[in-house]
């Protein structure tokens, strides 16, 4: 399967500029099909993520638990989101004291917690959230859930766990050659899909997807020696199996303030939904 994914992707990479203007070519042929972007509920996090120190300290933990060391030299994904920390504004101190947390393990007390729940046009949802005190954390999801139209339920098998390990390309003539060296570092580090999106500067980035068990390897894939990229993000995520790709706007208004509300809330991590629209 490998040697015919490599005969099929390399014709696809010389015949056009850019993988984002022929993103049909291989469908039904290969799991490496070019996924169209969209901008969905699943893009509201408008870097919330690092509002608060609490939320700093808990996304390093859960880096260092993805990449299997609370040192940022030994572990990538850890690194990549240092740097998305620094870069979105976090306070020195705040990126010092949880990173002295990940090294010291979790605080006693403290819970990852991971909720099923139904929202509004039966969107399924995952909600993970840390906190010191369950009780409390499942109260205001409850209440949450009340005022904005959604409930606890099984949702579970909606979603599956795979590894994201995003990458940034730099503008240049020779781009489309260098992607092309990308995704083979990547195939040979167990990837499975992967998107493209072209941003500021001609800058291009590239999000590889793989099982969970070989998100390590691949993000040391993409970040080691002589690969021309730089790491943005590695993580585990909650993707949908079967995603919603059409809500009418009235339940894609109320599946988005449910969204935000959840988001808002002190012990909240990631909200994870099957809505793709």
């Not at 906190?131 to 005022?147: A, C, E, M, Q, Y």
């Not at 997807?209 to 943005?232: D, F, N, R």
Request: hydrophobic residues 35%; proline residues 4%; contains cysteine.
């Amino acid at each position: 399967m490998t040697s015919l994914l490599r005969q099929l992707y390399r014709p696809f990479t010389l015949q056009a500029r850019g993988f984002h203007h022929t993103p049909r070519q291989l469908a039904g042929h290969n799991k490496w099909s070019k996924i169209k972007q969209k901008k969905g509920v699943n893009d509201i996090q408008k870097g919330a993520l690092y509002s608060r120190a609490y939320r700093v300290r808990a996304f390093l933990l859960m880096a260092a638990g993805d990449g299997g060391s609370p040192d940022p030299e030994q572990n990538k994904a850890l690194a990549a989101a240092l740097r998305r920390a620094k870069d979105s504004g976090v306070p020195k101190d705040n990126i010092e004291n949880a990173l002295k947390k990940a090294a010291g393990g979790k605080d006693k007390g403290d819970a990852h917690l991971v909720f099923e729940v139904m929202g509004p046009g039966s969107v399924g949802m995952i909600v993970e959230c840390l906190s010191d005190n369950p009780n409390r954390t499942v109260k205001f999801l409850s209440t949450i859930l009340k005022d904005n139209g959604g409930r606890m339920a099984d949702v579970k098998f909606l979603f599956k766990r795979e590894g994201r390990v995003k990458v940034a390309l730099d503008a240049g003539d020779d781009i489309d050659a260098r992607l092309e060296k990308l995704v083979e570092v990547a195939l040979d580090a167990d990837a499975e899909d992967f998107e493209t999106e072209d941003i500021e500067d001609g800058r291009r980035t590239v999000e590889f997807k793989c099982p969970q068990a070989s998100l390590h390897k691949l993000t040391s894939a993409l970040s080691g020696p002589g690969v021309c990229g730089e790491l943005l993000e590695s993580q585990l995520v909650y993707a949908p199996t079967e995603p919603v790709e059409e809500l009418d706007d009235e339940t894609g208004e109320n599946l988005g303030k449910l969204v935000e509300a959840i988001e808002d809330a002190d012990d909240t991590l990631k909200v994870w939904t099957t809505a793709d629209v």
